[in-house]
């Protein structure tokens, strides 16, 4: 492009400027395109990363869903206990000793849920700023693009 800006005559010094100022922009992007080539394989990994939390999410959500219908399976058991026999009180115990069990799996159940949510919405932002600059440099490299059909 220099050589043409060399060697051809523009109509006026308003089009000849704008040829040197897109010359100079198009050097000073350079560098950030390089660093959109390195970057892809980055974005890549972390979608990979973010389909691996969304599966590990669904996992979750089944195994909350799991406790949940147990929860109420003891539930529903300590109820015909309490109405059916005599011995309400020690079977209640073993119900509540259960019951403790499954709500502490619940409880970290949903510890890890929340971590992979938090987890999720980390690499979700990281992806969106890395979008964003993705974007960017694609229109940076679109300008050039152009002025490389010009020339």
């Known amino acids: ?22 010359i100079k922009h198009l050097k000073e992007v350079l560098p950030k395109a390089k660093r959109f080539s390195e970057i892809v394989p980055k974005i890549q990994a972390l979608r ?7 599966e590990k999410l669904a ?9 949940d219908a147990a929860v109420e399976a ?6 015909v206990l309490k109405e059916g026999q005599n011995d309400v009180k020690t079977q209640g ?7 403790n069990k499954v709500s502490a799996e619940i409880t970290a159940t949903f510890a890890k849920k929340d971590e992979c949510k938090d987890e999720y919405y980390k690499a ?24 490389a059909e010009r020339e």
């Open 1 to 22: 492009m220099e050589y043409k800006h060399n060697t051809s005559s523009y109509k006026n010094a308003n089009e000849e400027n704008k040829v040197i100022k897109e």
């Open 48 to 54: 990979t990363s973010r389909d691996e939390i969304w």
């Open 59 to 67: 996992i979750t959500k089944s195994i909350v869903s799991e406790e």
């Open 74 to 79: 003891l539930r529903k058991e300590m109820e």
């Open 93 to 99: 115990d073993k119900v509540t000793s259960q019951i």
């Open 124 to 147: 979700k932002y990281d992806y969106e700023v890395q979008r964003a600059y993705i974007h960017h440099c694609q229109t940076i490299q679109a300008a050039k693009d152009r002025i």
